[in-house]
């Protein structure tokens, strides 16, 4: 038996992945712990994971996130994005950190698993060999941003090309925005690692990095005083898996071969089914609109303009809040005199895994674990998604041929509609989607892979290759 300490900011698309890591590392017999958001507690220990909560100065809640981060609504864009990473991410990696090493300090696992999003990890392996600190590994829960020559610099949500024409841009493209719009990110980045360096050797605890505040860093292009690009940061764990498959991710010829891909987690199969699950009876084609479990607070970005755009199609409409109450979108929808159709089904959440059999069309604001649920089950989909890494997961489904990307946070009805028409109609869209589904369910199970790979690497087995 093997003790783990997993690490997950207080985000559930980045959560629940490790939950469900967790919850197959404790059925093989191992002792797990995850540091996490407190409002998650319950669903961690309900899976048989021992849990300590964050503290709250890198803690939040997920569904306001507007406590933590004042007026998110008035930025787009890259102003959006930067303002996202620095208040999600980096700005919590101190706290992340200190929690960490007295995480380490009392219990001693045999390895730590972190979500790619937890910074709070990168001291741990900074400036310290392999053989000198606990095994660290990264579960990626988002698309790949590792700056490559194939592709784009990550949030431009440009799709990658071949040729010198392609290099010359993607070059051109990243010294843009690491000279301008992404350089806070950058400096933010170096600030929060020296400020943990600084509270590490005032614990003088002998754990995790052994660089210095005043360390020099080793030469990186666009990258901080740490020698660390905040979009290559993956790179410096022992290994990354990557919960998806390379159908669904842009090629890099840089990729090395301690990023491995493992398949996507699957969807969650219990809870409750809704009263009027019987009317999914296959007499007509079933459109599934949601805004996923984060910027779904409010629905006339995408939930209400879909309900509209479908209200008079020989389609059945089934809407997920996303965990938000239906009365609240009942009465938002009086209010904008955007009546509920009659083919419109709701629920707060509904279980994917009985869901998706039965879906034909996604439409979606690009939350990457549910588009990739979707993929699991050959449906294609309708993307409509700013902010966060949504704009990256549009291209990656425009990309692949699963779907279309509509480009926007807030497409109008007749938008909206015109996508779902085209992706019912044209073949090409579900046979892309049924391959993806394909190259998914040849990766076989993918708890079980990254279970056997961390089994594997606290036994002191090589374990680095990406498939």
């Given at each position: 038996m093997s003790t783990f300490l997993l690490a997950a900011p207080p985000l559930f698309g980045h959560l629940a992945p490790m939950v469900a890591i967790g919850a197959r590392l404790v059925q093989r017999g191992h002792d797990v712990e995850l540091l996490g958001g407190r409002k998650y507690r319950d669903l961690a220990t309900s899976r048989g994971l021992r849990f300590t909560p964050l503290p709250r100065d890198a803690d939040f809640d997920d569904d306001d996130l507007d406590a933590w981060l004042p007026h998110r609504e008035r930025y787009s864009g890259l102003a959006a994005g930067r303002r996202d990473i620095l208040g999600l991410f980096v700005r919590p990696l101190r706290a992340?950190?200190?929690?960490?090493?007295?995480?380490?300090?009392?219990?001693?696992?045999?390895?730590?698993?972190?979500?790619?999003?937890?910074?709070?990890?990168?001291?741990?392996?900074?400036?310290?060999?392999?053989s000198a600190r606990v095994p660290v590994v990264a579960v990626s829960t988002t698309p790949l941003a590792l700056r490559s020559v194939d592709t784009a610099h990550f949030g431009s949500g440009l799709q990658p090309g071949t040729g010198r024409f392609t290099r010359m841009r993607n070059r051109h493209i990243d010294a843009l925005l690491a000279r301008g719009p992404l350089r806070p990110v950058q400096e933010g980045l170096d600030a929060a690692l020296t400020a943990a360096a600084v509270d590490r050797a005032e614990a003088g605890d002998g754990l995790g990095s052994s660089v210095s505040a005043d360390h020099p860093g080793r030469p990186a292009d666009g990258g901080t005083g740490w020698g660390v690009n905040y979009f290559d940061h993956l790179l410096e764990y022992d290994l990354t898996l990557h919960l998806s498959v390379p159908g669904f991710e842009y090629p890099r010829r840089e990729l090395p071969d301690r990023v491995r891909f493992v398949g996507p987690v699957p969807a969650a199969g219990d809870g409750r089914l809704p009263s009027w699950w019987g009317d999914l009876d296959g007499s007509r084609p079933v459109v599934h609109v949601t805004q996923g479990t984060m910027d779904n607070a409010d629905p006339t970005k995408l939930l209400l303009p879909t309900l509209a755009a479908l209200a008079d199609e020989d389609v059945l409409v089934v809407a997920s809040t996303g965990g938000r109450p239906v009365t609240d979108l009942l009465t938002l929808a009086r209010e904008r005199r955007m009546p509920v159709p009659a083919n419109a089904r709701l629920a707060g959440f509904v279980p994917y895994a009985e869901l998706l059999p039965r879906v034909d069309v996604v439409v979606t604001n690009g939350g990457y674990g549910g588009v990739q649920a979707a993929l699991s089950h050959g449906v294609p989909l309708v993307v409509a998604g700013d902010g966060e890494d949504k704009p990256e997961v549009a291209a990656r489904v425009a990309w692949s041929g699963a779907g279309v990307a509509l480009r926007t946070g807030r497409p109008s009805p007749r938008r909206v509609r015109r996508a779902v028409r085209t992706v019912l109609t044209q073949p090409r869209y579900p046979a892309a989607a049924a391959r993806l589904r394909d190259e998914i369910a040849g990766h076989g199970d993918p708890l079980d892979e990254v279970a056997l790979t961390l089994e594997g690497l606290t036994a002191g087995e090589r374990v680095l290759g990406h498939r």
């Amino acid at each position: 038996m093997s003790t783990f300490l997993l690490a997950a900011p207080p985000l559930f698309g980045h959560l629940a992945p490790m939950v469900a890591i967790g919850a197959r590392l404790v059925q093989r017999g191992h002792d797990v712990e995850l540091l996490g958001g407190r409002k998650y507690r319950d669903l961690a220990t309900s899976r048989g994971l021992r849990f300590t909560p964050l503290p709250r100065d890198a803690d939040f809640d997920d569904d306001d996130l507007d406590a933590w981060l004042p007026h998110r609504e008035r930025y787009s864009g890259l102003a959006a994005g930067r303002r996202d990473i620095l208040g999600l991410f980096v700005r919590p990696l101190r706290a992340q950190s200190a929690a960490l090493h007295d995480r380490l300090r009392r219990t001693g696992p045999d390895a730590v698993v972190a979500e790619s999003a937890f910074l709070g990890a990168l001291p741990l392996v900074l400036g310290r060999p392999a053989s000198a600190r606990v095994p660290v590994v990264a579960v990626s829960t988002t698309p790949l941003a590792l700056r490559s020559v194939d592709t784009a610099h990550f949030g431009s949500g440009l799709q990658p090309g071949t040729g010198r024409f392609t290099r010359m841009r993607n070059r051109h493209i990243d010294a843009l925005l690491a000279r301008g719009p992404l350089r806070p990110v950058q400096e933010g980045l170096d600030a929060a690692l020296t400020a943990a360096a600084v509270d590490r050797a005032e614990a003088g605890d002998g754990l995790g990095s052994s660089v210095s505040a005043d360390h020099p860093g080793r030469p990186a292009d666009g990258g901080t005083g740490w020698g660390v690009n905040y979009f290559d940061h993956l790179l410096e764990y022992d290994l990354t898996l990557h919960l998806s498959v390379p159908g669904f991710e842009y090629p890099r010829r840089e990729l090395p071969d301690r990023v491995r891909f493992v398949g996507p987690v699957p969807a969650a199969g219990d809870g409750r089914l809704p009263s009027w699950w019987g009317d999914l009876d296959g007499s007509r084609p079933v459109v599934h609109v949601t805004q996923g479990t984060m910027d779904n607070a409010d629905p006339t970005k995408l939930l209400l303009p879909t309900l509209a755009a479908l209200a008079d199609e020989d389609v059945l409409v089934v809407a997920s809040t996303g965990g938000r109450p239906v009365t609240d979108l009942l009465t938002l929808a009086r209010e904008r005199r955007m009546p509920v159709p009659a083919n419109a089904r709701l629920a707060g959440f509904v279980p994917y895994a009985e869901l998706l059999p039965r879906v034909d069309v996604v439409v979606t604001n690009g939350g990457y674990g549910g588009v990739q649920a979707a993929l699991s089950h050959g449906v294609p989909l309708v993307v409509a998604g700013d902010g966060e890494d949504k704009p990256e997961v549009a291209a990656r489904v425009a990309w692949s041929g699963a779907g279309v990307a509509l480009r926007t946070g807030r497409p109008s009805p007749r938008r909206v509609r015109r996508a779902v028409r085209t992706v019912l109609t044209q073949p090409r869209y579900p046979a892309a989607a049924a391959r993806l589904r394909d190259e998914i369910a040849g990766h076989g199970d993918p708890l079980d892979e990254v279970a056997l790979t961390l089994e594997g690497l606290t036994a002191g087995e090589r374990v680095l290759g990406h498939r």
